[in-house]
């Protein structure tokens, strides 16, 4: 069975100048990018089945992203090409305090523009697992489609998988945003956050306090990500923390969509019966490999160019002593 990831696909544009800020960078780094777009490539390239649906433009950016979809082993069936329209573009820098900026320019973007007829045919069948998330919800009429979507995959008793990736700058209503993204919350079975999400949505600053004041279902699942402190798994009141992996960072961007990758690839073949039975302490193994995901991502440059191989990861408790640290 085949993993469906739907989302924004865009090029971010990474700032090679030093601590200097959107404003003040004179040099970018173009790179393929978009939460759901990295996660799909990432599933792919460990060696799952995934497809990726979406609109893609067929400008020249749009033209590359959609061949790179293909070449990295994602499925393209469900990958709308569409004239007329751009591909979104996101501009990110570090500024001299050490803090991430975004910019992201949207206007008339073919991923902003899935509409509910173009998800009419869609076999469901086809698919064990559905992944969403992220800026794609903020913009009409993608965000009801795939909310729509989402419904539709929990009432055909699918397993479902969730992660917000929010980005404030872009967030028009906050109010609305915030009670779309909790009512996905509250329905969902596997459920990816940052620490920063989590405190975002729940308003606090302790990450156990912070997950029990989320409203999740009976037998979901959830993945918090805590940077260099690894991650963390919750499920039926019961937590439990995975350490992270020491390596020499060149850059974060993708690591948590990584992460999500590995978590997918784990959990792909898992009924929503299984998932229900499963132990924390098996999900804190998957968050390991996980973990080991991100962290060689974090040793390289680009978020979907990063992602690794599935033997990439079965070498990196042997590698990482000589290479990564």
Request: proline share 2%; glycine share 6%.
């Amino acid at each position: 069975m085949a993993i469906l990831c739907a989302g924004e696909i865009l090029f971010d544009f990474i700032s090679k100048s030093l601590n200097k800020g959107l404003g003040e960078s004179e040099l970018f780094e173009k790179r393929p990018g978009g939460s759901p777009f990295n996660v799909a490539v990432g599933v792919a390239k460990l060696g799952a089945d995934v497809s990726f649906l979406t609109k893609i433009s067929q400008d020249e950016f749009g033209k590359f992203l959609f061949d790179y979809l293909k070449q990295n082993g994602v499925n393209t069936d469900c990958a709308f090409t569409v004239e007329g329209l751009k591909t979104s573009l996101a501009f990110a820098a570090v500024d001299a305090q050490g803090k991430a900026e975004y910019e992201f320019y949207r206007d008339n973007a073919a991923d902003t523009k899935l509409e509910l007829k173009d998800i009419e045919n869609l076999d469901y069948e086809k698919f064990n697992v559905f992944h969403f998330g992220s800026i794609a919800l903020i913009d009409e009429p993608t965000s009801s489609t795939l909310t729509r979507l989402f419904d539709n995959f929990v009432s055909g008793d699918l397993v479902t998988s969730f992660d917000p990736n929010i980005r404030l700058s872009l967030i028009k209503n906050r109010e609305n945003y915030n009670s779309l993204v909790k009512s996905i919350i509250k329905k969902v079975d596997i459920l990816k956050m940052s620490d920063d999400d989590l405190y975002y949505l729940t308003e606090k600053k302790n990450v156990e306090e912070a997950i029990m004041t989320l409203s999740v279902k009976e037998g979901a699942i959830l993945f918090v990500t805590l940077g260099s402190q690894g991650s963390l798994v919750y499920k039926d009141g019961i937590i439990e923390r995975v350490p992270g992996y020491k390596v020499k960072v060149v850059e974060t961007v993708g690591c948590g969509d990584s992460f999500m990758a590995g978590i997918l690839y784990k959990l792909k073949d898992f009924s929503k019966d299984e998932l229900s039975n499963i132990t924390v302490e098996e999900l804190a193994e998957y968050a390991d490999f996980a973990n080991k995901c991100a962290a060689i991502v974090a040793t390289k440059q680009g978020a979907a160019n990063a992602m690794p191989s599935l033997s990439e990861v079965s070498q990196f408790e042997f590698l990482k002593s000589r290479f990564y640290i």
